[in-house]
């Protein structure tokens, strides 16, 4: 089957890492990783963490570049592609539909952040801990803002998408990324100086091992690896399968992944220690509320706070859109290339689909009971979404893919996807063996594990 017509290029190999970086730092860095770490206990779930980004995540991160390079087209043409007939391509429809599951919630929280762009501009949460608490519990009650909110969100990535893949995706995030990371910083040096801070700061960095009793803790920390990197349901297939023959995929994807748990990193550094400067602060209470109950109680405390509040939303807002546009990107370019569809109608129809999913997510903080306290789970409807996506289905597609490529397509051919050109590859059999054993098994264990641990 030819390519579409519809396909794009990336202009280069640092189109190509600035699209997916632009990708992977967003929600999932700022405010995905601290509210995991809260959750998690502190510094010992960074440590998992970590262990999960470089030992697990980033050899399946090579081999999802390799298949969509190969294969040049979206996951389920392109596992279709590699092994013709075969039912390899069901992984990619597992990828399609999780697309639309992550995109479901996170417009949710993407349209938290626009909205606070507006709130920090006017200061609109107050400046004591409890009013800025409160504030967010009655904002995030709201059923016809949320509503509105993630609708806008939703429609802003339709409309982005609709302008190809080079113009939209490339120059968003091509002019953002370095903004965001300078604000990081200097959030990050204002929160260590507050009084209370040193707490913060022994939270994050000094692992507590006796934590680490519970297997959730290992899945949460694998699925937000996952997550925070989008690996895992296509979305790095696909854009693989717009970069040329003649760029290193294993040099980008070490810089991606880098990049990423730098940002992510550097986001603990700006909540925790702002977060304990806060008398009675619990890390683990305030759920998806985390960040926004202690951004803006950090730039209360900073001269030019309101500017400089709404100036870090908005900037978290275009990381997340350019988040959004990838996870938006897969079931669209699935349309495209296997049904033949046009973007435009690949677009409306996908968009569509999410808003119906999207809606409970927006009222499951408050605006309806049933949704906020899930009968006989006691979790609202969005943290439920990310579980279910975050915590089991990109694992398990990250699973798949790994089985695919050391047993089906074999390492060999992989590797003479990863070596074309004479790319810089290093320990291609170091490689090959983390992706044939230590990569399913761990995932496997951890997954059956926490199986067991909620069945019981
Ligand atoms: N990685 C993004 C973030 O951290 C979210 C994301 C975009 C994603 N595309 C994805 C997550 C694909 C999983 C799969 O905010």
Redesign the pocket.
């Known amino acids: 089957m030819a390519v579409s017509s519809d396909r794009g290029m990336w202009s280069g190999r640092l189109g190509f890492i600035l699209a997916t970086a632009g ?7 700022i405010w ?1 990783f601290p509210t995991q770490v809260g959750q998690g206990g502190g510094a010992a779930f960074v440590l998992i963490y970590l262990v999960c980004v470089f030992l697990i995540c980033v050899p399946i991160q090579i081999c999802e570049f390799a298949i969509g390079r190969r294969g040049q087209r979206a996951p389920v043409g392109a596992f279709d592609a590699i092994r013709p007939g075969s039912r390899w391509w069901l992984v990619g429809g597992l990828g399609v539909i999780t ?1 639309v599951g ?1 995109l479901s919630f ?1 417009v949710v929280v993407a349209g938290w952040t626009l909205a606070y762009i507006w709130f920090a501009a006017v200061g609109a949460a107050g400046d004591t801990p409890k009013a800025i608490e409160s504030f967010f519990g009655r904002f995030a009650a709201n059923a016809p803002l949320n509503l509105f909110l993630t609708i806008v969100t939703l429609a802003m990535t339709a409309a982005i998408i609709l302008g190809g893949v080079r113009n939209g995706i490339e120059r968003a995030s091509r002019a953002l990324m370095p903004l965001l990371f300078g604000l990081l910083v200097l959030l990050a040096i204002r929160a260590v100086t507050l009084p209370g801070a040193a707490d913060g700061l022994a939270y994050y960095l000094k692992p507590d091992f006796s934590r680490l009793t519970n297997i959730r803790v290992f899945n949460a920390a694998l699925g937000q690896a ?8 296509g ?1 790095l297939i696909t854009y693989g399968s717009y970069l040329s023959k003649r760029e290193s995929i294993g040099s980008s994807a070490l810089w991606i992944a880098a990049l990423d748990t730098t940002i992510a990193l550097l986001a603990g550094f700006v909540i925790f220690p702002a977060g304990f400067s806060i008398p009675g602060f619990d890390p683990s209470a305030s759920g998806p509320g985390l960040i926004f109950q202690v951004l803006p109680r950090l730039f209360a405390t900073l001269p030019g706070g309101q500017l400089f509040g709404a100036t870090f939303f908005l900037l978290l807002f275009m990381a ?1 859109l350019t ?2 546009i ?2 938006l990107e897969v079931p669209v370019a699935h349309l495209i290339d296997e049904h033949r569809w046009s973007r435009r109608k690949a677009v409306l129809t996908i968009t569509a689909a999410t808003a119906l999913l999207a809606v409970p997510s927006a009222l499951s903080n408050g605006a309806v009971g049933a949704l906020t306290q899930l009968p006989g789970l006691g979790l609202d409807f969005l943290t439920l979404m990310s579980t279910i996506w975050n915590n089991f289905s ?1 694992p398990i597609g990250g699973l798949l893919t790994a089985i695919f490529v050391g047993y089906i397509w074999r390492v060999e051919g992989a590797l003479s996807e990863l070596l074309a050109e004479h790319a810089w590859f290093p320990y291609p059999r170091l490689w090959g063996r983390i992706v044939r054993y230590v990569c399913p098994v761990a995932i496997v264990v951890i997954i059956l594990f926490t199986i067991r641990a909620l069945v019981s």
Do not use: C, P, Q
């Open positions: 990708s992977a730092v967003g929600l999932g860095n995905g697309g992550i996170y996952f997550f925070s990197l989008s690996l895992g349901m979305t997340a988040s959004a990838s996870l990109l």
